[in-house]
């Protein structure tokens, strides 16, 4: 029994297939059908060294994903998706299509520096005809400009109204020399009042033993390449969202924000290691 079908998707013109990407192998981790043979090897290598790698993933994405009902409940119709990936395996725009009639006024952009993950993402959402409101930028977000003042961002976001803008276990490739508050406070104030910001970064946690050691070592393998990872703990995560307040439970481990469901044995082991947060602009 296989956790991926058999048949390849449709490859994106130009992308090479041939070669591992991180943004496919974490659609692997997700359960995704966006990958690829090699994706799939080096992600059961990782997996190996750090069993949680999964379980892990999925409750970050189910994080993000409760965090774009409650924005949509709330009235909120514009998201901004920074380091997106591969949008597939329950991504913004998939939920947003879930939560809201054929005919909404929803608008998504996904951002990500990867060509082979722009390269997914403008195929996946050229074929879902989607491309009218939803859009990808090619950017890397430490550059807070770049992303902001992007034609496509442009083109689809209104920045007189609320955003939610998503930040899903992408801070740990922002490290110290990347000034995180200071990024952070650019998006910040380029946002209306009522938008709101979502975060999850990896941790350490309450993390011990086995589990633990696995992870150091998963983060002392990426620090071996040009995006290394940077854990933070709980008491440096609240400053990132400013003067914004926190709404409840406040910052809180993955799967016990807003709970949906309840979690098993191995994904109780992956709790730990990492945080969650979202704030919402005062001034509304």
């Known amino acids: 029994m296989t956790d991926q079908r058999d048949s390849a998707p449709r490859a994106p013109e130009g992308v ?6 991180a943004a ?12 690829w043979a090699v994706d799939r090897e080096f992600g059961r290598r990782m997996e190996q060294q750090w069993p949680l790698v999964r ?6 994405r189910e994080f993000m994903n409760r965090a774009v009902r409650a924005a949509l409940r709330a009235g909120v119709r514009q998201f901004i998706d920074l380091g997106s990936g591969v ?12 939560e809201l009639p054929e005919d909404h006024d929803a608008k998504v952009v996904y ?7 722009v390269a997914h993402a403008t195929l996946i959402l050229e074929e879902g005809m989607a491309t009218d409101w939803a859009g990808i930028v090619q950017a890397d977000m430490r550059d807070a400009k770049s992303v902001l003042r992007a034609p496509e961002t442009r083109r689809l976001i209104d920045f007189s109204q609320p955003v939610c803008l998503i930040m899903a276990a992408v801070l740990h490739f922002v490290g110290p020399d990347d000034d995180p508050e200071g990024l952070l406070a650019a998006y910040r104030d380029a946002l209306a009042p009522g938008s709101w ?3 999850s970064q990896m941790s350490e946690g309450d993390g011990a033993g086995e589990m633990l050691e696995g992870l150091r070592w998963f983060v002392e393998q990426y620090r ?22 926190l709404l409840e439970p406040g910052i809180v481990h993955l799967p016990d924000w807003r709970p949906d469901r309840k979690i098993n044995a191995l994904e109780a082991e992956a709790r730990p290691f990492a945080w969650c947060a979202v704030g919402v602009k005062p001034g509304a």
Do not use: M
Not at 24 to 35: A, E, F, M, P, V
């Open 16 to 21: 090479d297939t041939e070669k591992p990407s």
């Open 24 to 35: 496919r192998i974490y659609d692997w981790y997700l359960g995704g059908t966006q990958n």
């Open 55 to 60: 379980p892990g993933s999925k409750q970050n």
């Open 87 to 98: 949008p597939t395996a329950g991504n913004v725009h998939e939920v947003v299509e879930a």
């Open 111 to 117: 951002v990500d520096y990867e060509p082979v993950a």
């Open 197 to 199: 910001l979502a975060i």
């Open 224 to 245: 071996k390449t040009s995006n290394p990872v940077w854990l933070r703990d709980r008491d440096e995560i609240e400053p990132l969202f400013g003067d914004w307040p």
